[in-house]
């Protein structure tokens, strides 16, 4: 067996103070062996795309929005109970809310001054669309410190809502009869400090390349749903009408659509995926992406034009719906044998 090693990358967490000011810290790795990266490893995996992307000239730029719950309880007394009977913090839908948003600033503040101190940049929290459910925004950046940035946060949510006496959960849907909790992935591809997504000429700002990135998200939709939605847990998310899209559809600023236009005719254009939820693992979800979109590029493909109205109607063809669909999906996916290689395919498949 060969010897493996960690490749730390290290993070201050501002959120713990120890013995005479000292801070903790959160370490990030890669998993190496003697000689190279551990090719599943999700890092190493995100590295891979983020590397065929340098040898095509261009960066990959991303940013995720977190969507989670407080509850009343903490961890502890929700154990006690069983897992049964949850109350989240508040009996409001709370999407915009500024009253309801303020009684949660203990844990909400705490969590955005933890995180700046730490060095991540918070862009802004708000409430979202249902009782007790937050919205946590990082601001965009290269690929990796995205993902870095993304796991870093939701664990510093749930220490400081441990340490306020409240549990947190990023559970995709942790009540039938409640909206569920994404993680949006927004997306872009630069050249040097310009976005090669926009071109001030084209049609809603979109570049041809821009285009065929995006044909390759619609094309490969399928395939890379497993990497979006990893859990049986993922897939009750996926209700009619509940802002978690299941068709392979993209519109302009439509949030039934699975890829949703940002920043029209502007120089911030993006593709957001809104296919996610809060349970993603986003090494996985952006490497996936990237392997659909650079594969997209090589084909030459075109993403057509926006859907109009409702996305959930209509004969439009959907991603896979339970885990074993998308499992099976990925199982067979030439692209992404081909984009990370048939050991790490067979040991994603295998593990489910």
């Known amino acids: ?144 410190d995205c993902a870095d940035n993304h796991t870093i946060a939701k664990h510093a949510a749930k220490e400081i809502g441990w340490q306020k006496g409240r549990a947190v959960s990023f559970m995709p849907k942790w009540d039938a009869g409640r909206v569920g909790s994404a993680s949006h992935v927004h997306q872009s591809l630069w050249k040097g400090k310009e976005n090669a997504f926009y071109d001030k000429d084209a049609d809603l700002g979109m570049s041809a390349m821009m285009r065929a990135y995006l044909g390759g998200l619609l094309k490969y939709a399928g395939d890379i749903t497993w990497f979006l939605a990893p859990y049986v847990n993922s897939y009750k998310r996926f209700q009619k009408g509940s802002f978690a899209p299941t068709r392979k559809v993209w519109s302009v600023d439509n949030r039934t659509a699975a890829f949703r236009l940002c920043g029209d005719s502007s120089p911030a254009v993006r593709i957001e995926c809104r296919v996610g939820g809060a349970d993603l693992n986003p090494y996985l979800a952006i490497a996936g992406m990237l392997a659909a979109g650079i594969a997209g590029i090589e084909e030459g493909l075109d993403c057509g034009e926006p859907f109009d109205g409702d996305a959930y109607e209509g004969g439009k063809e959907s991603i896979p719906d339970t885990l074993r669909a998308a499992t099976e999906t990925l199982r067979c996916s030439k692209m992404l044998r081909a984009a990370f290689g048939d050991v790490v395919i067979d040991h994603y498949t295998r593990a489910r």
Not at 39 to 49: F, G, N, T, W, Y
Not at 57 to 63: D, R, T
Not at 80 to 103: M, V, W
Not at 127 to 133: I, L, N, P
């Open 1 to 144: 067996m060969a010897t493996t090693r960690c490749a730390p990358t290290w993070t201050r967490c501002g959120w713990r103070h120890g013995w005479r000011g000292l801070h903790w810290c959160f370490a990030t790795c890669s998993i190496i062996t003697v000689t190279r990266r551990v090719a599943h490893s999700p890092r190493a995996m995100l590295k891979a795309q983020i590397d065929r992307l340098a040898g095509m000239g261009l960066s990959a730029i991303s940013a995720t929005e977190l969507e989670f719950f407080i509850f009343e309880q903490s961890f502890d007394d929700i154990r006690k109970g069983g897992f049964r009977d949850l109350t989240p913090i508040s009996g409001y839908n709370e999407d915009y809310h500024i009253l309801q948003t303020t009684k949660e600033e203990e844990v909400m503040r705490a969590l955005r001054n933890g995180l700046y101190d730490s060095g991540i940049p918070v862009e802004g929290s708000k409430g979202e669309a249902e009782a007790g459910q937050e919205e946590l925004n990082l601001r965009y950046g290269p690929a990796m």
